[in-house]
């Protein structure tokens, strides 16, 4: 594992960045440029923008349910991608052809508090699981990042009463842990990102 955050670290985001917190897809895939992401992805070019903040009014005004708006910048050997309230991300459909010669990590909230987090690795679904209910984990490896997810912040006891203040913020953290790339207030303020509409498979 390559990063040591804990859900700690990322209070930032709720603070700084509330719409996107309320319904958000983050995806990291190692590999691709922004550029290239977009590609793979069969999205049309719609411009560049600087920081995260400026991709939640655009994203709004795309309404059909078969399309998202996304933008993505390069960081390191890794294609970031952001979405407001959509869920490309962590499309099945997607996402898996997406990895095969590659890694892809995505978490997803939406407003109902509906959750995911996917790790996915040459054409596998490794692991996945809803952060609200780290307990219930699917995939090829469900099981081994037990310790990166304790270490990261979830409550994975199946106790009424468990701990999931931090749940989404735990996301952040464990996403760092598996790709190495920390998102941080200043990257989110200054990344210039190229955007683009692209089509939402109809099957997960």
């Not at 990291?28 to 999205?43: F, K, M, N, P």
């Not at 996917?118 to 952060?131: A, I, S, V």
């Not at 749940?167 to 842990?177: I, N, S, V, Y």
Request: glycine letters at 8%; hydrophobic letters at 40%; one cysteine or more.
């Amino acid at each position: 594992m390559n990063g040591i955050t804990t859900a700690a670290d990322y209070t930032w985001l709720e603070e700084r960045h509330p719409d996107l917190m309320e319904a958000y897809c983050v995806t990291l895939v190692r590999g691709l440029t922004a550029e290239g992401l977009l590609r793979e992805l069969s999205a049309e070019p719609a411009g560049r923008l600087t920081g995260v903040a400026a991709l939640g009014e655009p994203s709004y005004e795309v309404q059909a349910p078969s399309l998202t708006y996304v933008g993505a910048t390069t960081v390191g050997d890794w294609a970031l991608m952001i979405e407001y309230n959509g869920y490309l991300g962590i499309r099945d459909a997607a996402m898996l052809p997406l990895s095969r010669g590659r890694t892809v990590v995505s978490h997803f909230r939406n407003v109902n508090a509906v959750d995911h987090f996917k790790w996915y690795e040459d054409g596998t679904l490794r692991l996945h699981f809803e952060p609200l209910f780290a307990c219930h984990r699917d995939g090829s490896h469900p099981d081994e990042l037990l310790t990166e997810m304790r270490e990261s912040g979830f409550d994975l006891s199946e106790d009424d009463d468990r701990d999931t203040r931090r749940h989404t913020e735990a996301a952040f953290a464990l996403a760092h842990r598996v790709t190495g790339i920390r998102l941080t207030p200043e990257l989110f303020e200054s990344a210039e990102f190229r955007c683009g509409v692209a089509p939402v498979p109809r099957s997960s």
